[in-house]
């Protein structure tokens, strides 16, 4: 059975972040993941500043692109309201930015896999994971980073699987040139709301995120789009205006933002697998990154600096990741409770449509700090 220090189970954002600083402090690390590079992925591709020192730290250079620093706000009626964003963000699609970091593990020489993980099981403090088809391997830690849900989730018995997750996302790159460069553009419609900003080359990416109640009474994406989603006049506009760069619109189904646990079953959960924050915040990228920081630098401890407790480490984890994110997550979660209820949406838009002092503590709020590297 191969052996590794560390297995990575998942390799979107966080998963490769774990990588790529345990391979620059030596530590031998396998990577698994289901899908080859370059590949789209469903997500508003607007992501914080506070990431960018700590990939530069990394040996992560990212190619130029848009500063994306002015945010606005729409009802489903077309109430709008425009602020600065403090810290900003940049846009990059996640097909250039995870085949980036892939590229930066593999020259640092970690081991990556094209497999998925079936199963995590530990014993005699050592893990094996079991990969179809029947194969093992050997590690010291586990560090899941497998993203929303899947099927490991079962397997480790995480609570949260037995809810229902009835929300749908979907995303296409669109040909926009007057789309202004530096705006983050966040739309209300019934069931959901949907962001736009530029990527990398120029592309306006248009995702959304939708409850299946609401989406279930169109045919599908193209009805929903024309009988739903176009009602918002912003997004009417804009459908109208642009043209698809993609084939057909990429989804996915059953997103969970249940709360769940940073540790399970002493598997170190990072990225969404540790918790979802709601997108209206646009930071999960950057909690993902964050947190694999996190994770990384507490295994580099218990290796070197004599730490060598997993119960320690284990709750050291814990208590950082809540500190870090978890007020983040709940005041995700009532900005989202808030904006998807049209009287109350209307209401609070009215509100802070005419209080920038609160709509700064908000975004503040949802945003984090410069990662310190
Ligand atoms: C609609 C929507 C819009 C969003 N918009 C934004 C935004 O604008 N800004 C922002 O910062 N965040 C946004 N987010 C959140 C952001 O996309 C996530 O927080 C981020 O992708 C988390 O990265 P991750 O590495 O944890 O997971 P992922 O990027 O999902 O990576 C997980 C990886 O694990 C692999 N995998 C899964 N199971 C297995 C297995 N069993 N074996 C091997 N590999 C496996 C998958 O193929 C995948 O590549 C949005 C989310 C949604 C749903």
Redesign the pocket.
Known sequence: MDNFDVII???????LTAAIHLRRENYSVAV????QYPHH????????NEVTPYLTFLGVSLPQTFQLNEMLLSTEKGEALRAKLPMGGFGIS?YTL?NLLYQRALDLGATVFF????SISYENDNFKIGVEPGKEYGCKFVIG????R???DKDLQRDFIQLKSPWL?V?AHYKLDSFPDNLVAIHNFRGGYG?LSKTENGAVNF???VSYDSFKKEKDIAGFNQNIIARNPYLGTFLNDAEMLFDRPLS?GQ?SFHKKKPVQKHVIM????AG??H?LC???????IHSAKIASELIHAYFKNGLQNRTRLEKDYETQWNNVFAKRLWMGRQLQDLLLNPKLSNLAMGILANSPYIVNKLIKNTHGQIIQC
């Open positions: 189970v998942g390799g979107g954002l966080a998963g698994f993941e289901s899908k992925k469903v997500c508003g591709e607007y992501i914080s996640r995870d497999n998925s993980v079936s980073a497998y993203g929303k899947g099927v490991l996302g995303k962001g995702c959304y995120l996915i997103i990072c990225g969404d697998t979802l924050i997108p646009g930071n999960g990228m950057a909690m993902a």
